[in-house]
């Protein structure tokens, strides 16, 4: 008769209560209660705290407003750091190179650019601090070589001085993009020639394999025309 399965009993304490055993293994074996949601940024309290990261990595406010106030002109120097932006990050092409005319749109790009995809530490460098940085000033070097995403300003501009200070440390830069996958912009006012001639043959080399060159137009947007 104990052997019927409508009858199914234990021996010693009488018919189990499958109901109390249920309750009894959830007690035993509680279930993890997920944390809470963390609480979202708004848009304008994270555009806020990436402007403050901005001047922290020395871009000037012409450049940060813009995309503080989240209103850039959808000009070309914009589509190109669009593009670049979603390069994956295995990508060998880590190094973005923004060439055109005065006023076309590169370093507010390249604010926006850091805004989004730059990490704790991005920073801003013109052409001509980093000769220096490359020549005597080695605390600049070092906070240079730290940035989680870094824009070398105006490539052209620069004293090229006798011993090629500059173009080490530009090298030394370029190896750092390359190897970590870092992103790296550069702009200049030069054309694709000009540029080769500034960087000597070896770092025009490295670009073929590692730097996207775009060009973003001579229209100056500050003035409306060429």
């Given at each position: 008769e104990n052997d019927h399965p409508e009858n199914t009993r234990n021996a010693d304490h009488g018919p189990i209560d499958f109901d109390e055993l249920a309750q009894r293994l959830i007690a035993a074996c509680p279930v993890a209660v997920p944390a809470p949601p963390k609480p979202t940024l708004s848009r304008a309290t994270w555009l806020a705290d990436r402007a403050e990261a901005l001047r922290a990595g020395r871009w000037g406010l012409d450049a940060i407003d813009p995309v503080r106030a989240d209103r850039?002109?959808?000009?070309?120097?914009?589509?190109?750091?669009?593009?670049?932006?979603?390069?994956?990050?295995?990508?060998?092409?880590?190094?973005?190179?923004?060439?055109g005319g005065t006023g076309c749109g590169k370093t507010t790009a390249s604010a926006w650019l850091a805004a989004?995809?730059?990490?704790?530490?991005?920073?801003?460098?013109?052409?001509?601090?980093?000769?220096?940085?490359?020549?005597y000033d080695r605390e600049l070097a070092a906070w240079?070589?730290?940035r989680t995403l870094l824009v070398v300003d105006d490539l052209g501009v620069e004293y090229q001085d006798g011993r090629g200070a500059f173009r080490?440390?530009?090298?030394?830069?370029?190896?750092?993009?390359?190897?970590?996958?870092?992103?790296?912009?550069?702009?200049?006012?030069l054309d694709e020639q000009g540029i080769a001639d500034r960087v000597g043959a070896r770092i025009w080399s490295r670009f073929a394999v590692s730097a996207e060159i775009?060009?973003?137009?001579?229209?100056?947007?500050?003035r409306g025309r060429p």
């Open positions: 850039l002109r959808d000009v070309p120097a914009l589509s190109h750091v669009r593009r670049f932006r979603d390069v994956p990050p295995g990508d060998p092409k880590s190094i973005l190179v923004l060439l989004d995809v730059g990490g704790s530490r991005p920073g801003l460098v013109r052409a001509g601090e980093l000769e220096r940085a490359g020549r240079i070589l730290d080490s440390l530009l090298d030394e830069l370029i190896d750092v993009a390359y190897s970590h996958r870092r992103k790296m912009v550069i702009t200049s006012n775009v060009h973003c137009g001579s229209v100056d947007l500050r």
